[in-house]
Nanobody, 127 residues
Framework: QVQLVESGGGLVQAGASLRLSCAAS????????MGWFRQVPGKERDFVAA????????RYADSVKGRFTISRDTAKSTVYLQMNSLKPEDTAVYYC????????????????????WGQGTQVTVSS
């Protein structure tokens, strides 16, 4: 059973930084793509960033390019999302996700591409 547990959310002021963590367990993730999505009430879950578990292939939503960085520590089986220069519009519940995506990683990904999800962590950015 795949288990994804997010942590690191909180309340910060605009311009601050936060680092989210996603501890993954339950299987070997070497063939997986790990993703971060975010969702605000009443809206769909939006793609933020993704990374291949093996290799340095990453993808980012245009809205976070240059501010957010996704990374993983294979020894700790943990994926991170470093968020810098946070804006009020980054306020959302952030979810970690895992999927086996075959072939070239698309430039953007959909929540439909991912079958495993964490419980989410709230990020609130005040102006």
């Amino acid at each position: 059973q795949v288990q994804l547990v997010e942590s690191g959310g909180g309340l910060v002021q605009a311009g601050a930084s936060l680092r989210l963590s996603c501890a993954a367990s339950g299987r070997t993730f070497s063939s997986y793509t790990m993703g971060w999505f975010r969702q605000v009430p009443g809206k769909e879950r939006d793609f933020v960033a993704a990374i291949r578990w093996i290799g340095d292939i990453t993808r980012y939503a245009d809205s976070v390019k240059g501010r957010f960085t996704i990374s993983r520590d294979t020894a700790k089986s943990t994926v991170y999302l470093q968020m810098n220069s946070l804006k009020p519009e980054d306020t959302a519940v952030y979810y970690c996700a895992a999927a086996q995506i075959i072939g070239i990683l698309p430039g953007t990904l959909s929540s439909d591409d991912f079958g495993f999800w964490g419980q989410g962590t709230q990020v609130t950015v005040s102006s």
